[in-house]
């Protein structure tokens, strides 16, 4: 049996063994509660002997040759029957929370509703069925889909140039570190510091990191923005740039970002910002217009798209004009002729493009999320985007400030919010903490908010409610953290045990992280 569940109860243990048993008679012989469906591990429901398929026995011995990699024991196959299978994935499909349930408050991961129209294009054939490998002139459309999206992504940011390659944000922000150190190359100069704020997401430091710079903090201000002073005392010949995220993660607009551009370029870096909060700004706010020269946006947050439980992410790099010459290969150009082709190494040279720094990705792009993105931009329309960051802002502001007298908000007196509120475990009672909260949430139906992040918060909850929450829907979420929030008032010693409704109780997390059972026999 699995051990990370702390309860310690399987459906094969029976009734009388299960934490409930003695509060509540209604535990069932199955372990099923209603449509809650009790699952064991594939492994445990298999019988030895019993398939799906009929395979006709072996009809010759092995050659001699081939006879000594002969198994010497069964494979360790479950063995269950097709229908057996189907409801095993099934029933384990229906523990999935996700956003088409209900809301997915993940402060900084922007959960928002994917536009049904979005797949509804991403799946016609001549998008969804190409391989990467296909000749360039067989595939005119998929390129000229790439090359409108990228047309798109550098309108909305005010940059020069875009790298449409990197899979995900964290992937689009060593590409533009890459552009940055491939810049200080070409420039002779050996600058090792990359500077990175205290709330930075923690992608940003281990990016720099990864590239082979040094990271030194930036502190805060009071009020969550990064201290302008502290980051202009550090400048110096040795600093390659500054990565910085705006809308910040304690859901702030870093107000001073211009002023700081202005005097990192001064003093001879770069300035890296984390646009993985854009989603907050599309079309109110062009980066380009703040001197930022490297930005990803996450497409899977600010243009929808399905993101989260491992589904594919797109982060493509915008660039200032000092680091477009870096960008890497390949990219989509149009021809005098009006054709949209791939510029790859071989005619980097003549395109102007000789000192890129290299690949990101083998091919092109993430596809998928790039016919979603576009049909995304393209059915709101400059209009409907701006309202995308207006309704964002609002709601996150409405959580804000419908939460803000039940629970600590660091950051509330110094004004609204961006796109999502923070709070604090300042005012839980003693015994009570943010992971207390963040479980009972489960009991009421929700996916817990982002917890503990950022750190300049003690006891964070970061909640992003996305533009796609209706009013009706945001009083329902804030009745629960309310009512969350009066029973730790109460120091109701339930909500130190909740999750109770779940599948599995409450887990030691601890422990499933330092000691990890990986094997289904290993326990
Ligand atoms: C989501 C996020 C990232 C990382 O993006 P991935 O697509 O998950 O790699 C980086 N920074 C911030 C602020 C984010 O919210």
Request: glycine fraction near 10%; proline fraction near 7%.
């Amino acid at each position: 049996m699995s051990a990370v569940n702390a309860a310690g109860w399987r459906p094969e243990m029976g009734p009388a063994q299960h934490p409930d048993h003695e509060a509540s008679a209604l535990v069932t012989a199955s372990g099923d509660r209603g449509l809650m469906l009790e699952e064991p591990l594939i492994f445990e429901l298999g019988r030895p002997g019993s398939t799906g398929v009929d395979i006709d026995p072996a009809s010759r011995a092995p050659s001699s040759a081939l006879a000594k990699f002969r198994r010497k024991a069964a494979p360790a196959l479950p063995g269950l029957t097709e229908p057996e299978t189907v409801r095993h994935y099934t029933r384990l499909s229906r523990q999935n929370y996700g956003i088409d349930l209900g809301p997915f408050p993940l402060g900084s991961c922007t959960m928002k509703h994917n536009p049904r129209l979005n797949e509804k294009v991403a799946r016609m054939p001549g998008f969804a069925d190409l391989h990467p490998l296909a000749p360039q002139q067989t595939v005119r459309g998929a390129l000229e889909v790439i090359n409108e999206l990228a047309h798109w992504l550098i309108e909305l940011t005010g940059m020069h140039g875009v790298a449409m390659t990197p899979k995900a944000g964290a992937h689009g922000e060593l590409c533009g570190v890459l552009c940055i150190k491939a810049a200080l190359q070409a420039r002779g100069e050996d600058r090792r510091v990359m500077l990175v704020p205290e709330s930075a997401h923690g992608t940003n430091p281990a990016t720099a990191a990864f590239a082979g710079f040094a990271i030194e903090n930036i502190p805060a201000t009071a009020e969550g923005r990064v201290d302008l002073a502290a980051l202009k005392a550090r400048l110096g010949p040795d600093v390659a740039g500054v990565m910085i995220t705006n809308p910040n993660t304690c859901g702030l607009f870093e107000r001073d970002l211009k002023v700081i551009s202005e005097a990192v370029h001064a003093a001879g870096g770069y300035v890296y910002c984390d646009g993985a909060n854009f989603n907050a700004i599309v079309g109110k706010v062009r980066p380009g217009d703040l001197g930022v020269d490297a930005m990803h946006i996450n497409l899977h947050k600010t243009f929808s798209t399905p993101h989260g439980g491992g589904g594919p992410g797109s982060g493509p790099v915008v660039l200032s004009e000092a680091l477009s010459p870096y960008g890497p290969l390949p990219y989509t150009a149009r021809t005098a002729d009006g054709i949209v082709h791939l510029v790859e190494e071989e005619d980097a040279a003549a395109m102007g493009h000789a000192e890129s720094f290299g690949r990101m990705a083998a091919f092109h792009g993430q596809m998928g999320m790039f016919t979603r993105a576009l049909t995304y931009i393209l059915s709101h329309g400059a209009d409907g985007l701006r309202q995308v960051a207006e309704d964002a802002v609002l709601n996150a502001n409405y959580v804000l400030r419908s939460l803000d007298n039940v629970l600590d908000a660091p950051f509330g007196a110094s004004g609204p919010c961006m796109h999502e509120a923070l709070f604090s475990d300042d005012n839980l009672p003693e015994g009570f903490s943010t992971l207390d909260i963040a479980k009972g949430l489960i009991d009421e139906g929700f996916h817990p908010m982002t917890v503990y992040f950022p750190l300049v918060v003690h006891g964070a909850m970061l909640i992003e409610p996305t533009e796609t929450e209706s009013k009706a829907g945001l009083d329902r979420f804030i009745g629960s953290m309310r009512r969350l929030a009066e029973r730790a008032k109460a120091s109701d010693a339930s909500l130190k045990t909740a999750p109770h409704f779940a599948p599995r109780r409450r887990l030691d997390e601890t422990q499933a992280a330092r000691k990890p059972v990986l094997s289904w026999q290993g326990a």
